[in-house]
């Protein structure tokens, strides 16, 4: 439904009314020139299809208040025009009377008014347009106030007012909208996005307790996502959250995220460039609690779909996965989630050995033991005792046997961007792969993957072929995009490993499948001077994702 508000006024410096005289006020309305409708397949979920006929007049309604004693002022149709070189429809004049004018009062003759319903027609008499009334969800899509129903305007003898008003597409089901005086119609179309996505659980079992468990296909090591999608609209440079904005499937009515995706409203104002953002978050484990992790956004003008940089497929559904427990993926796919705190106190031990030196075998079974306490239970690396084996990652920085009590956190399946700039690191997107791939091929060289029981010839093995991937030296070679740092006395199974890991070939599309590994990467912050340093020395883990 369509409906709006006018008002004509005209004020002198003091009150033309003669006794007797019956004063009133020609209100008019302009509306903008409707823009063809979209076809069916834009509403592809039920919303109020937009009309491919032309409108032909209004009809409105305007009274003396809103509650259910007030009294009609005009109800009535009127015909709907355009004017020579003009795109916008007009409607024809209405004549509203005024009353309690006092002719001997200086100040012009002025009365409030309520446009109520304002609905737009075809030939045939069939609504096509209306604005929403006062408290409809319909309105609930609409971005502006001031040119929603119910609204109050007071209309003065001989001068004209001109207000706005919103319309949307129109079927039987939406009814009672919104209006103006002397209307300009804004044509707005709903739309909606479609979100479905999986994820990839290494243990569905640490899911036990979250929503996920509600699911009838639960447990299995792909889920349904539940998500939790916002939406907003930039208005005068602010993000404004749109409509019911968050919107979420965490809830029976929607299946807990099983059997359809969730569909977001949005309006289309027609007449305007509309800029829109959605923030993609996933229910995932963080310790032990299961809060909506951000994982993406998208932002556009107008529609969704037609967007350069968004490709969804011909299912206009935005389909994605975290993990890579789909064979032939989605329109966008995650890294597999990795449940780590973002900062905790890191202790390190030495194993008897440092620099490029051969380890005694008997002195461990890696280039350190580490331990780290500060965080909560229930994240995939633990608190305390047992200690880790554990590596250095940078081979100029010395770090040493110290307890560091504010160290950051890290996965090399995220991208490099996630580490912040005051963290002087050399890592780009291409290391963060390569590293991935050698974490996942130590077996290559008869090293056991999980890089336990090794021995002393292993774990130099090991340790040379992360210097040569992270320490390498980002280059603009399209061929070699990372040049290999070379240990001294470099092991051949260490070069082989290291120079695998650099090969884009290898590393540029390589998947972690279930049960695999990744590095977790741990930046220390130390005091030099009273100043704050964050050392580009790295220690590794391997955790499986």
Same mark, same amino acid.
């Given at each position: 439904?369509?409906?709006?508000?006018?008002?004509?006024?005209?004020?002198?410096?003091?009150?033309?009314?003669?006794?007797?005289?019956?004063?009133?006020?020609?209100?008019?309305?302009?509306?903008?020139?409707?823009?063809?409708?979209?076809?069916?397949?834009?509403?592809?979920?039920?919303?109020?299809?937009?009309?491919?006929?032309?409108?032909?007049?209004?009809?409105?309604?305007?009274?003396?208040?809103?509650?259910?004693?007030?009294?009609?002022?005009?109800?009535?149709?009127?015909?709907?025009?355009?004017?020579?070189?003009?795109?916008?429809?007009?409607?024809?004049?209405?004549?509203?009377?005024?009353?309690?004018?006092?002719?001997?009062?200086?100040?012009?003759?002025?009365?409030?008014?309520?446009?109520?319903?304002?609905?737009?027609?075809?030939?045939?008499?069939?609504?096509?347009?209306?604005?929403?009334?006062?408290?409809?969800?319909?309105?609930?899509?609409?971005?502006?106030?001031?040119?929603?129903?119910?609204?109050?305007?007071?209309?003065?003898?001989?001068?004209?007012?001109?207000?706005?008003?919103?319309?949307?597409?129109?079927?039987?089901?939406?009814?009672?909208?919104?209006?103006?005086?002397?209307?300009?119609?804004?044509?707005?179309?709903?739309?909606?996005?479609?979100?479905?996505?999986?994820?990839?659980?290494?243990?569905?079992?640490?899911?036990?307790?979250?929503?996920?468990?509600?699911?009838?296909?639960?447990?299995?090591?792909?889920?349904?996502?539940?998500?939790?999608?916002?939406?907003?609209?930039?208005?005068?440079?602010?993000?404004?959250?749109?409509?019911?904005?968050?919107?979420?499937?965490?809830?029976?009515?929607?299946?807990?995220?099983?059997?359809?995706?969730?569909?977001?409203?949005?309006?289309?104002?027609?007449?305007?460039?509309?800029?829109?953002?959605?923030?993609?978050?996933?229910?995932?484990?963080?310790?032990?609690?299961?809060?909506?992790?951000?994982?993406?956004?998208?932002?556009?003008?107008?529609?969704?779909?037609?967007?350069?940089?968004?490709?969804?497929?011909?299912?206009?559904?935005?389909?994605?996965?975290?993990?890579?427990?789909?064979?032939?993926?989605?329109?966008?796919?995650?890294?597999?989630?990795?449940? &780590?705190?973002? /900062?905790?106190?890191?202790?390190?031990?030495?194993?008897? $050995?440092?620099?490029? @030196?051969?380890?005694?075998? *008997? !002195?461990?079974?890696?280039?350190?033991?580490?331990?780290?306490?500060?965080?909560?239970?229930?994240?995939?690396?633990?608190?305390?005792?047992?200690?880790?084996?554990?590596?250095?990652?940078?081979?100029?920085?010395?770090?040493?046997?110290?307890?560091?009590?504010?160290?950051?956190?890290?996965?090399?399946?995220?991208?490099?961007?996630?580490?912040?700039?005051?963290?002087?690191?050399?890592?780009?997107?291409?290391?963060?792969?390569?590293?991935?791939?050698?974490?996942?091929?130590?077996?290559?060289?008869?090293?056991?993957?999980?890089?336990?029981? &090794?021995?002393? /010839?292993?774990?130099?093995?090991?340790?040379?072929?992360? $210097?040569?991937?992270? @320490?390498?030296?980002?280059? *603009? !070679?399209?061929?070699?995009?990372?040049?290999?740092?070379?240990?001294?006395?470099?092991?051949?199974?260490?070069?082989?490993?290291?120079?695998?890991?650099?090969?884009?070939?290898?590393?540029?599309?390589?998947?972690?499948?279930?049960?695999?590994?990744?590095?977790?990467?741990?930046?220390?912050?130390?005091?030099?001077?009273?100043?704050?340093?964050?050392?580009?020395?790295?220690?590794?883990?391997?955790?499986?994702?």
């Amino acid at each position: 439904m369509v409906a709006a508000v006018f008002v004509s006024c005209k004020k002198n410096e003091s009150s033309s009314v003669q006794p007797d005289q019956q004063v009133s006020a020609e209100v008019s309305f302009s509306v903008n020139k409707i823009i063809p409708e979209a076809s069916s397949e834009d509403f592809p979920f039920g919303l109020p299809e937009c009309s491919d006929t032309d409108p032909v007049t209004a009809d409105i309604v305007i009274k003396d208040g809103t509650g259910d004693d007030a009294l009609t002022i005009f109800t009535g149709t009127v015909d709907l025009f355009t004017l020579p070189g003009d795109d916008n429809l007009y409607t024809q004049a209405i004549k509203l009377d005024l009353t309690g004018c006092d002719p001997e009062s200086a100040e012009p003759c002025c009365n409030t008014f309520y446009v109520t319903e304002f609905y737009v027609k075809n030939a045939d008499g069939v609504i096509i347009y209306a604005a929403p009334a006062a408290g409809s969800e319909a309105q609930g899509w609409l971005d502006y106030p001031e040119r929603m129903l119910n609204r109050e305007i007071e209309i003065c003898e001989f001068k004209k007012f001109e207000f706005d008003i919103d319309v949307l597409c129109y079927e039987e089901e939406w009814y009672e909208y919104f209006g103006f005086f002397w209307l300009y119609a804004h044509k707005a179309e709903l739309r909606e996005i479609c979100f479905f996505g999986d994820v990839c659980l290494k243990s569905p079992y640490d899911y036990e307790l979250s929503d996920y468990a509600n699911q009838v296909t639960f447990p299995s090591i792909d889920v349904p996502a539940i998500i939790e999608i916002t939406v907003e609209k930039l208005i005068d440079g602010v993000w404004v959250e749109h409509g019911d904005s968050p919107y979420t499937n965490d809830n029976q009515e929607s299946g807990w995220g099983v059997g359809a995706p969730l569909c977001i409203p949005y309006t289309d104002y027609l007449d305007q460039v509309d800029t829109y953002k959605a923030t993609l978050k996933v229910m995932l484990k963080q310790g032990e609690d299961f809060p909506f992790i951000y994982m993406d956004e998208w932002i556009w003008l107008d529609i969704f779909e037609d967007e350069e940089d968004i490709d969804i497929g011909p299912d206009n559904i935005v389909d994605f996965v975290i993990g890579n427990c789909i064979v032939n993926g989605a329109d966008y796919v995650y890294a597999p989630w990795m449940n &780590l705190p973002e /900062t905790l106190t890191m202790e390190l031990s030495s194993n008897g $050995w440092s620099g490029q @030196n051969p380890p005694n075998p *008997n !002195n461990g079974e890696s280039y350190w033991d580490a331990r780290f306490t500060g965080f909560g239970a229930g994240y995939d690396i633990h608190v305390g005792d047992p200690w880790y084996e554990a590596y250095c990652g940078d081979v100029d920085n010395q770090i040493g046997s110290h307890t560091y009590s504010e160290t950051y956190v890290f996965s090399s399946l995220e991208p490099a961007s996630n580490i912040p700039s005051f963290i002087d690191h050399e890592f780009n997107d291409a290391k963060m792969k390569a590293m991935t791939y050698l974490a996942n091929h130590w077996n290559t060289e008869g090293i056991n993957n999980d890089l336990l029981a &090794l021995n002393g /010839t292993q774990v130099l093995t090991v340790q040379q072929a992360i $210097w040569m991937v992270a @320490n390498s030296t980002v280059t *603009n !070679n399209p061929l070699e995009p990372l040049a290999p740092f070379t240990p001294s006395n470099l092991l051949p199974a260490a070069s082989r490993l290291g120079l695998a890991a650099l090969d884009p070939d290898n590393y540029e599309n390589y998947e972690v499948l279930p049960g695999g590994y990744t590095f977790i990467m741990f930046f220390a912050k130390r005091v030099v001077n009273g100043v704050d340093v964050y050392d580009r020395q790295l220690i590794l883990i391997t955790v499986d994702p």
